[in-house]
Nanobody
Framework: QVQLVESGGGLVQAGGSLRLSCAAS??????????MGWYRQAPGKQRELVAE???????NYADSVKGRFTISRDNAMTRVYLQMADLKPEDTAVYYC?????????WGNGTQVTVYS
């Protein structure tokens, strides 16, 4: 069973930074995806794309985070990171790691990010 495990969430003051990490594994070994990314879901709202990156290194960001967030990955596409800067209260949400396989996808359980003013 493929697993995605997120880490790095927490409580931060507006204007601060956080770095999220996500590791993919299957049966205890690192697992490679074709694409990986981060989504978030705030209370009462739908889950939305934050950023995604392909095996070839192409990345895509939500307009709301462009210039503040940076997605990166390891060469094998087994880990993905989200560096978040200049955080705003509206960034408060549960952040989910996503892995795309082409014919399916996997989700992590999420990590809470709370930004206070």
């Amino acid at each position: 069973q493929v697993q995605l495990v997120e880490s790095g969430g927490g409580l931060v003051q507006a204007g601060g930074s956080l770095r999220l990490s996500c590791a993919a594994s299957r049966s205890g070994r690192a697992f490679s995806f074709r694409a990986m990314g981060w989504y978030r879901q705030a209370p009462g709202k739908q889950r939305e794309l934050v950023a995604e990156i392909t095996f070839g290194g192409n990345s895509n960001y939500a307009d709301s985070v462009k210039g503040r967030f940076t997605i990166s990955r390891d060469n094998a596409m087994t880990r993905v990171y989200l560096q978040m800067a200049d955080l705003k209260p509206e960034d408060t949400a549960v952040y989910y790691c996503w892995g795309g396989l082409g014919v399916g996808s996997k989700w992590g359980n999420g990590t809470q990010v709370t930004v206070y003013s």
